[in-house]
């Protein structure tokens, strides 16, 4: 009968995906956990030199890239995220207004999220390029000088720009989706009220949609900062696996890219740990800033009403 | 009445104010557009360029159909087996999709319907390692997948299973179908029980299909990060041809040396683009509501 | 069939907070192809009872026969019962035929059958052309027939309804629990239907048991409990508008409220609950009971006095009396008191002396 404990049945539903998850996901944590206080491992042998507790993230933090690579991410993260922000939940709020054309331009903002992301990155370096890309001929237009983005030799400024402008572009469309839908979850009769009580359009805004849309826009922004901190792949869509622009190479690398990079390194003794270490130390500098930001949004969530 | 009239006056001067929000809001609206738009214009655009009309500075914005170079994209292929790439990630990503949706709707329904020892224990543990970055994973996946014998001498059969079968089972989608089959009452559950329905039955005559909008979205969410999948595809293919549209687009204009032919280049990137588009346009009401509905919790 | 519960008792343990007992020691004998209504206010234990009556629960204690079978470890699929809840459960994605087939799909009925039979039952409930729709797009009353039908569609031995009628509004209801007794009658299966509103389980039912607080409180034919009612919580929930309650006395086998002397009894000195239905007064200038009118409504052939309560000036109570008499508000008047609409209760346990 129904609360009778159906185990057996249960784990036999369960199996097939517990048997992977241990595979690919519990083993994995545990095995990082384990790697990363190994001396010198070297996995081809088997062999390691006995234990250590912190040499491994030493070695992360004496790497040669480790402190342009944080520096790189955080600027990615803290800038990408609230701009990226901003402008979903204003387009979102404006395309909500709009009746009319309103399913042509949500078929717009939602491209970018369906496209690869290697073949974008590679449309905007060409967008970037020096001679004959658009954004120069743009800034021609307007009296301007061109500017070597992303060519040989560009500096680490430009190239950081552009970069920036891709990551913002990539990570629009699905913001503006879920604040859309979250916007069209609200009760029309909040509105309705509050035309009632004549209130200005920008006082709505602030005092009913941004309040009423608040638990979205926390769920987003923390998805988004985890998400900001793995950057990664838009790096090499747009200057490839030299990750910066030629002649600056590993200028825009990121921490997962060390990670990515000590792994590539396997063969040598020590490097597997290693890369487990940078992914803890991205893992801790994530829930961090998680905490941070749960804890600032603490009084200012609202969670009754607003989008399911 | 005095009342009807200020009113009627307000009325008025509101429907005009009502007008210049609106033209303010399209301008925004098409600025925006614009932005979002740009780059794959310029995608398209370049890849039906001769290579002289690339060099030109400052560039030509606009081409008329009649000249436009098809032959770009037959060198692009001649460049990388695009079409074999297409085919992998669409193998790939029909395994793993099949694979998600058979391991997380079982999970899911366990978590959601079935009555068992740890059952919130267990999804707790599951859910806090949502947060937990991928990389922690990539690296011990991949000696596993080394341990497995699918790296050395890879055959094709190899490449495929170290591709999907990390990707068989998801948390999210998991913690996302369940969050569905909680939506569907008890009621129905009594109901069916009380007919006699096997649990499996009921999952799969009335659970499923009454969640078949998430189940969509999982497989469209699924198909489009392979789509996407650069990092591990990378990692564990030994050879050119089992790789996957990213890793073909990237590795197939990085290596040359010298100049780089930006109409081949985009020509690439428009082949790979172009099939996601097309889907994009096709399932576009249910690709919408279903990612606006995964960025939703709870 | 002949439904008996035997000392039923449903206890919901729960690792949080205390221990809930939902159904307190129910002895009933619902006899054969009858329409019983399960009647109490909210969380008393009426659904706990009809899930436990359908084995989607397990009882803590005592036992269920259906005829003389012992079923109380008996899954539910094999009780052959149909049941219909307060929202329906109708399968969203199926259509109605699909819905009122499925039980039938269970049981392996040939394709054909199972149409003719669906076809059938749905034309019973009056639902025949609605076959191909989808659940939503029927009105509420016709989702509630649709679930009756897949009820009845396997021929249960038993019906359980669940509040059936609570999400139809109120011209709804009336109708549909008229057609739930014309089914009930035409199919003769052994019904029991639960309901908070006391008015539905009157007008329906052949029998009602009334519960509080997962105890029995009494069971009847419906008049017969609103004439008898065995304690003070029976007679408060039968009834509108509700019977009247007077703290009162007993002294040497009179029943006093307040001064007034307004019968006799055998029972032995008490402090008693007096409890008058609002029919039950006459006005009559000798009457025992002086009290000041506050207001007077008279709708045709009634009038109903709302008057002050001798015995406790906050309080008012209420009588309905023939419209012959000019009462005016502010007045006083006498009344005296039906033998046979009064009651006296226990003031402790509430028990009927
Ligand atoms: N699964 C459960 N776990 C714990 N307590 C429960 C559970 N189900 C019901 N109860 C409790 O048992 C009591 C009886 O519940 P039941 O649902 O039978 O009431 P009811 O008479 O049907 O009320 P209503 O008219 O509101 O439907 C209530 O106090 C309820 O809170
Ligand atoms: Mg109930």
Redesign the interface.
């Known amino acids: 009968m ?6 057996v ?3 036999f ?6 048997f ?2 241990s ?7 545990f ?2 956990l384990f ?1 990363v206080f190994l001396r010198d491992y070297n ?1 081809l042998q088997g062999t390691w030199e006995g234990f250590t507790l912190f040499e491994n993230f030493f070695y992360v933090f004496r790497n040669q890239n480790f402190t342009q690579a944080l520096t790189n991410t955080m600027i990615i993260t803290f800038v990408s995220v609230p701009i990226s922000v901003i ?1 979903a939940l ?2 979102s709020v ?2 909500n ?2 009746l009319k ?1 309103r399913g042509f ?16 990155g ?3 370096a ?2 970037f ?1 020096q ?4 954004i120069n ?1 743009m800034l ?1 237009w307007v009296g301007l000088n061109p500017v070597n983005w992303v060519g040989l030799g560009a500096t680490w400024g430009n190239a950081m720009f552009s970069l920036l402008i891709y990551v913002v ?1 990539a990570s ?4 503006i ?2 604040f ?3 916007l069209q979850n609200i009760d029309k009769q909040y509105y309705d009220a509050a035309r009632v009580d004549s209130t200005k ?1 920008y006082r709505i805004f602030r005092r009913i949609t941004v309040p009423l849309l608040s ?2 826009i926390f ?2 922004t923390i ?1 988004s900062f ?1 998400g900001a ?2 950057a ?2 838009q790096v ?2 747009m200057f ?3 990750l910066g622009p030629p002649g600056n190479d590993k200028s825009l690398i990121t921490i ?1 890219a060390l ?2 990079d000590a ?1 590539d390194r ?1 063969g040598v003794p020590g490097a ?1 740990s290693e ?2 270490a ?3 130390v ?2 801790l500098i ?2 961090v800033f ?1 905490l941070i930001n749960m804890q600032v949004s603490k009084n200012r969530v609202h969670y009754s009403g607003g ?2 | 009445m005095v009342l009807d009239s200020v009113v009627y006056g307000d009325e008025k001067q509101n429907r005009r104010k009502a007008r210049i ?2 033209s303010l ?2 301008t ?2 098409i600025i ?2 614009l ?6 214009y ?2 398209m655009l ?1 890849a039906f360029k001769t290579e002289a009309q ?6 030509i ?1 606009w081409l008329n159909p009649l000249n436009w170079q098809f032959s770009n994209f037959a060198t692009a292929m001649d460049t990388a087996p695009f079409l074999r790439y297409m085919g992998n990630t669409v193998l790939v990503s029909s395994i793993s999709t099949v694979g998600t949706i ?3 709707v ?2 899911a ?2 978590f959601a319907r ?4 740890g ?1 919130d224990f ?1 999804f707790m543990i ?1 859910i806090s ?1 949502m ?14 997948v080394v341990e497995l014998g699918w790296i050395q001498n890879q055959t094709y059969m190899n490449a495929i299973l170290a591709m999907t ?2 990707f ?2 998801s ?1 999210f989608y ?1 913690f996302f179908l369940r969050q569905s089959f909680r939506q569907i ?1 008890d ?2 559950y ?8 096997t ?1 499996l ?1 009921y999952l799969f ?2 659970m499923v ?2 969640a ?1 909008p998430t189940i969509i979205t999982i497989t469209i969410l699924n198909a ?1 990060g392979t ?2 999948a ?2 591990w595809p990378r ?1 564990v293919t030994q050879q050119q041809e089992f790789r996957l ?2 890793n073909g ?2 590795d197939a ?2 290596n040359i040396a010298g100049r780089i032919l ?1 109409n081949e ?2 020509a ?3 082949l ?2 172009f099939p ?2 097309v ?3 096709l399932l ?1 009401k249910y ?3 279903g ?3 995964s ?3 709870g | 069939m002949e439904i008996r519960l035997e000392n039923l008792t449903k206890v919901f343990t729960n690792k949080k907070t205390t221990d809930t007992l939902a159904v307190n020691q129910l002895d009933v004998t619902i006899p054969s192809g009858k329409l019983i209504g399960l009647l109490g206010p909210s969380g008393c234990g009426k659904s706990t009872t009809l ?1 436990m009556i ?3 629960l397990k009882p803590s204690q005592g036992s269920i026969f259906f005829g003389d079978d012992d079923v109380t470890t008996v899954p ?3 009780r052959g ?3 219909v ?5 109708l ?3 199926m259509t109605v035929s699909q819905n009122i087939m ?2 039938l799909e ?2 392996k009925v040939p394709k054909e059958e199972a149409l003719e039979r669906a076809q059938k039952i749905a034309d019973l409930v009056g639902i025949g052309e609605l076959m191909s729709r989808k659940p939503a797009q029927l009105s509420g009353g016709q989702q509630q027939r649709v679930a009756i039908a ?1 009820a009845l569609v ?1 021929e249960p031995r038993v019906l359980l309804l669940d509040e059936p009628l609570s999400n139809l509004d109120a011209r709804l209801r009336i109708q549909t629990r008229e057609e739930i007794r014309r089914i009930q009658r035409e199919t003769g299966i052994t019904t029991i239907f639960v309901t908070h509103d006391q008015e539905e389980a009157m007008s329906i039912s052949d029998e009602i048991i009334l519960m509080d607080f997962g105890v029995k409180q009494q069971m009847g034919a419906p008049q017969n409990v609103y004439d008898e009612p065995e304690n003070l919580f029976a007679a408060k929930f039968l009834g509108t508008p509700p019977i009247n309650l007077f703290d009162g006395k007993i002294t040497a086998k009179k029943i006093k409220l307040g001064t007034a002397v307004i019968g006799s009894t055998k029972a032995a000195p008490n402090d008693i609950v007096i409890g008058i239905r609002p029919e039950g007064f006459v006005v009559e200038e000798e009457g025992p009971i002086v009290a000041d009118v506050e207001f007077v409504e008279t709708i045709g052939r009634d009038t109903t006095l709302i008057m002050i309560d001798p015995t406790d000036a906050t309080k008012r109570f209420r009588a309905i009396v023939d419209s012959d008499y000019r009462i005016e508000a502010g007045h006083q008047v006498q009344l005296s008191v039906k033998p046979h609409k009064m009651y006296i209760f226990d003031h402790e346990t509430g028990e009927r002396l």
């Open positions: 129904l609360e009778d404990k159906s185990n049945k249960a784990w539903y369960l199996g097939p995906a517990l992977l998850l595979i690919f996901i519990f083993y994995p944590i095995n990082a790697l996995y402008i204003l387009i404006w395309l207004s709009v054309l331009f949500q078929t717009i903002f939602f491209l970018p999220y369906v496209t690869n992301a290697i073949a974008i590679m449309a905007f060409f967008l390029n001679n004959y890309g658009l001929t021609g572009w629009l469309a699905f913001k989706m879920v859309l839908s979250g359009r638990p979205m769920y987003i998805t985890i901190f793995k990664y792949t090499i869509g490839g696996v030299r997962v990670v990515y792994l396997s597997l890369a487990a940078t992914a803890i991205l893992f994530t829930l998680t989008g399911k | 929000r609106f809001v399209l925004m609206l925006f557009g932005f979002v738009v740009i780059p794959f310029w995608m370049t690339v060099l030109t500075a400052p560039p914005l058979f391991t997380t079982f999970a329904f366990a079935l009555n068992f020892n059952r267990l599951l390692t947060m937990i970055p991928g990389e922690i994973f990539v690296i011990t996946n991949f000696l596993t079968l990390p068989m089972t948390i998991i009452p009621e129905l009594y109901a069916a029980k009380v007919d006699g329905t649990d039955k005559k009335i299909p009454i078949l489009m789509w996407n650069y990092i990692l549209v990213s687009l990237r204009f990085s930006y280049q985009m690439a990137a428009l790979v683009t996601l588009l889907v994009f346009l576009k690709i919408i509501r990612v606006s509905r960025g939703i919790k | 899930y359908s084995g989607l539910p699929e094999e019962i149909g049941l809840f307060q929202n329906y459960a399968y969203p994605h499925f039980p269970n049981l897949r396997k």
